[in-house]
T-cell receptor, first 114, second 112 residues
Framework: DVKVTQSSRYLVKRTGEKVFLECVQD?????MFWYRQDPGLGLRLIYF???????EKGDIPEGYSVSREKKERFSLILESASTNQTSMYLC?????????????FGPGTRLTVL | SQKIEQNSEALNIQEGKTATLTCNYT??????LQWYRQDPGRGPVFLLL?????KEKRKERLKVTFDTTLKQSLFHITASQPADSATYLC???????????FGKGTTLSVSS
């Protein structure tokens, strides 16, 4: 089975801190994604990557950056955390050979910015 | 831009009944549509994919339809059980074919 793991289930940070959220998948998937999920707004795509060192902006990239130095790892970076970035962050991966394949999600990181 | 809507935020039904969830989309004709299940505090889990040339797809007690004329997908759970209680998300691939766009979800509660 595909396994997508995220570095923390819960995280509390202070405004202005630099925050790293890590995601690792073990199935050699080419594509990886970061979403945030908020009540009433659903899942929104922040960034995605279709290969090592490649990244594309999603629908809400402002305030975030990403890094993909290795195929299995995709990091989301909050350069200067703000309270409006308090959210559930979900990482996903997908095999890149066919656009029809499903996405596999990690368990999520619930980030609180105080 | 593409828009995807799940008409009901919440649906409450009794055990044994059929649950029907609706997903509508606009401004776009996706090649396929997916349905996911999400339990509280967990990431979504893939359930079914239906392609634009498929009218209906089944998996055990689940059935999905895809009407490209109405721009609508229906998701049915027959003989529903309390264990089916969860949030169900529909998702479309974006126009570039690079990522999924999700609806806000419908939270299904099945009471015994």
């Amino acid at each position: 089975d595909v396994k997508v793991t995220q570095s923390s289930r819960y995280l509390v940070k202070r405004t202005g801190e630099k925050v790293f959220l890590e995601c690792v998948q073990d199935m050699d998937h080419e594509n990886m994604f970061w979403y945030r999920q908020d009540p009433g707004l659903g899942l929104r795509l922040i960034y995605f990557s279709y290969d090592v060192k490649m990244k594309e902006k999603g629908d809400i990239p402002e305030g975030y950056s990403v890094s993909r130095e290795k195929k299995e790892r995709f990091s989301l970076i909050l350069e200067s955390a703000s309270t409006n970035q308090t959210s559930m962050y979900l990482c996903a991966s997908r095999i890149g050979t066919s656009e029809y394949n499903e996405q596999f999600f990690g368990p999520g990181t619930r980030l609180t910015v105080l | 831009s593409q828009k995807i809507e799940q008409n009901s935020e919440a649906l409450n039904i009794q055990e044994g009944k059929t649950a029907t969830l609706t997903c509508n989309y606009t401004n776009y004709s996706p090649a396929y549509l997916q349905w996911y299940r999400q339990d509280p505090g967990r990431g979504p889990v893939f359930l079914l994919l239906i392609r634009e040339n498929e009218k209906e797809k089944r998996k055990e007690r689940l059935k999905v339809t895809f009407d490209t004329t109405l721009k609508q997908s229906l998701f049915h759970i027959t003989a529903s059980q309390p264990a089916d209680s969860a949030t169900y998300l529909c998702a479309l691939v974006n126009q570039a074919g690079t990522a999924l766009i999700f609806g806000k979800g419908t939270t299904l509660s099945v009471s015994s």
